[in-house]
């Protein structure tokens, strides 16, 4: 399965997420959305990603961007990272994969040797007509969010 690439339609969902209820790709029309995928909630690096998109969430705002986060993990678990480290982000929960499979970041991955399936770090931008402008394949997480924020700033303008 390969990642979702520039200029096709972003598949659209409807998931759990942090504070009750759900958010969906369709609901955003009209903004531009940052979808970034992590693989685990509480994560040196998932953590270091979402307090990043935290710190710059006026930004993002004032160029009618949104940020979503999506991991395999429930939003009641999402309430607790939330909660422990104040992220302003809204967390999806695809606890059942089919999203992650959808944009091609649920992958084979090795670590030491041992091969497992999991979420390879990927922000996908999709323009306020559901269409993926930038895709960021396996995100190095120092300096991301700049880069990302960036590219929203010039996209908007």
């Known amino acids: 399965m390969t990642v ?3 200029g096709a339609k972003a598949p659209d969902f409807t998931l759990p997420r942090d504070g009750g209820g759900t958010v969906s790709l369709a609901e955003q029309a009209g903004r531009h959305v940052v979808l970034f995928f992590y693989p685990k909630d509480d994560t040196s690096g998932c953590t ?3 307090i990043a998109f935290t710190a710059n969430i006026k ?8 940020v979503i986060g999506m991991s395999p993990d429930s939003a009641k678990k999402h309430d607790k990272f939330v909660a422990k480290h104040d992220l302003a982000v ?3 929960a695809d606890e059942e ?3 992650l499979e959808a944009y091609g970041v649920w992958t084979e991955k090795s670590m030491y040797g041992k091969k497992y399936m999991g979420v390879e770090r990927t922000t996908v931008l999709i ?3 559901g ?3 930038r895709v ?4 190095k997480v120092p300096g991301h969010v700049d880069e990302v924020l960036a590219a929203v700033q010039a996209a908007a303008a």
């Open 127 to 129: 323009g306020p007509d």
């Open 97 to 99: 994969k089919t999203t």
């Open 90 to 92: 809204i967390l999806a």
């Open 59 to 66: 930004a993002f705002e004032a160029a009618n961007a949104v």
């Open 4 to 6: 979702i690439s520039t």
């Open 136 to 139: 960021w394949e396996k995100v």
């Open 48 to 50: 270091a990603e979402s």
């Open 131 to 133: 269409i993926v402008t």
